[in-house]
Nanobody
Framework: QVQPVESGGGLVQAGGSLRLSCAAS????????MGWFRQAPGKEREFVAA????????KCADSVKGRFTISRDNAKNTVYLQMNSLKPEDTAAYYC????????????????????WGQGTQVTVSS
């Protein structure tokens, strides 16, 4: 079992960058696929990016493709979301999620597939 904890959110101007981090407790972090989701006020939670347990496979939502990059460091039990060229519409609470995959190196892009969630970190992009 892991407990994700997000950090790195904040206020940034449009066009700027932020890097979110998600530290997950537990000795078996490398057994978990990880994902980032976001939720803006009045909107449903949406998929942002996901990465397989090994880091060899990644997927990003079309809305962030080319601007956001997901990566992980299994030695540090941490997954990152590098966000560049931020837009006001990226403003949301960002959540990190984990799902144990065993030996599979698959990725997950729907929130219902994840069992473990962090508390979220707020990202606000001003115009």
């Amino acid at each position: 079992q892991v407990q994700p904890v997000e950090s790195g959110g904040g206020l940034v101007q449009a066009g700027g960058s932020l890097r979110l981090s998600c530290a997950a407790s537990g000795r078996t972090f490398s057994d978990y696929a990880m994902g980032w989701f976001r939720q803006a006020p009045g909107k449903e939670r949406e998929f942002v990016a996901a990465i397989s347990r090994s880091g060899s496979s990644t997927k990003c939502a079309d809305s962030v493709k080319g601007r956001f990059t997901i990566s992980r460091d299994n030695a540090k039990n941490t997954v990152y979301l590098q966000m560049n060229s931020l837009k006001p519409e990226d403003t949301a609470a960002y959540y990190c999620a984990a799902e144990r995959t065993g030996y599979s190196d698959r990725i997950y892009s729907t929130s219902s597939e994840y069992d473990y969630w962090g508390q979220g970190t707020q990202v606000t992009v001003s115009s």
